[in-house]
T-cell receptor
Framework: GQNIDQPTEMTATEGAIVQINCTYQ??????LFWYQQHAGEAPTFLSY??LDGLEEKGRFSSFLSRSKGYSYLLLKELQMKDSASYLC??????????WGAGTKLIIKP | ETGVTQTPRHLVMGMTNKKSLKCEQH?????MYWYKQSAKKPLELMFV???????ENNSVPSRFSPECPNSSHLFLHLHTLQPEDSALYLC??????????????FGEGSRLTVL
């Protein structure tokens, strides 16, 4: 079966750095996505990785290792507004998106 | 308006009611999707439409009936639902439903409660 694993919940301190991991087992691979979802709001696209390595976008970076079936989302200089759920999704060989259950990130002052 | 708009935002219905959820996208995308989001569970894909044609139906019970009259509008008709159908229903669109890096653009969802 296909599976995406990510931690259910994480807590971090304002101004710090946090890394949210995502591991996957899928039938093929055609890219990995990260989305952010604030409570009661729509998920919004954060990043897309299809090749190994690090993609940096401001305070957020996303890393991919296809051989390890592993990705992480790195958030730097955390702000209170970063409190949200972070969803990892992998596109398989049939271009179907397989979703993780999301990681709820709690930022404390 | 821009983006993906869903109405109603909240809906409470009895098991014998008939209601519909509406989604409209103003992004010029070709693909539209219905997802079900339950607490602490992965997003569940329900239906996909590409150029108004249904290309995906993930074994969804017939009490959920989608309709896509054009590439900008998508409906989800609800009939004789069960309490376990209570969830957040998300509509999304993308430029191409089958390939490319095309990310999904989501609406804010319709929170459904079935009594």
């Amino acid at each position: 079966g296909q599976n995406i694993d990510q931690p259910t919940e994480m807590t971090a301190t304002e101004g710090a750095i946090v890394q949210i991991n995502c591991t996957y087992q899928t039938s093929g691979f055609n890219g990995l996505f990260w989305y952010q979802q604030h409570a009661g709001e729509a998920p919004t696209f954060l990043s897309y990785n299809v090749l190994d390595g690090l993609e940096e976008k401001g305070r957020f970076s996303s890393f991919l290792s296809r051989s390890k079936g592993y990705s992480y989302l790195l958030l730097k200089e955390l702000q209170m507004k970063d409190s949200a759920s972070y969803l990892c999704a992998v596109r398989d060989s049939n271009y179907q998106l397989i979703w993780g259950a999301g990681t709820k990130l709690i930022i404390k002052p | 308006e821009t983006g993906v708009t869903q109405t109603p935002r909240h809906l409470v219905m009895g098991m014998t009611n008939k209601k519909s959820l509406k989604c409209e996208q103003h992004l010029g995308h070709n693909a539209m999707y219905w997802y079900k989001q339950s607490a602490k569970k992965p997003l569940e894909l329900m239906f996909v439409y590409n150029f108004k044609e249904q290309t995906e139906n993930n074994s969804v019970p017939s009490r959920f009936s989608p309709e896509c009259p054009n590439s900008s509008h998508l409906f989800l008709h609800l009939h004789t639902l069960q309490p376990e159908d209570s969830a957040l229903y998300l509509c999304a669109s993308s430029q191409d439903g089958t390939s490319g890096s095309g990310e999904l653009f989501f609406g804010e969802g319709s929170r459904l409660t079935v009594l």
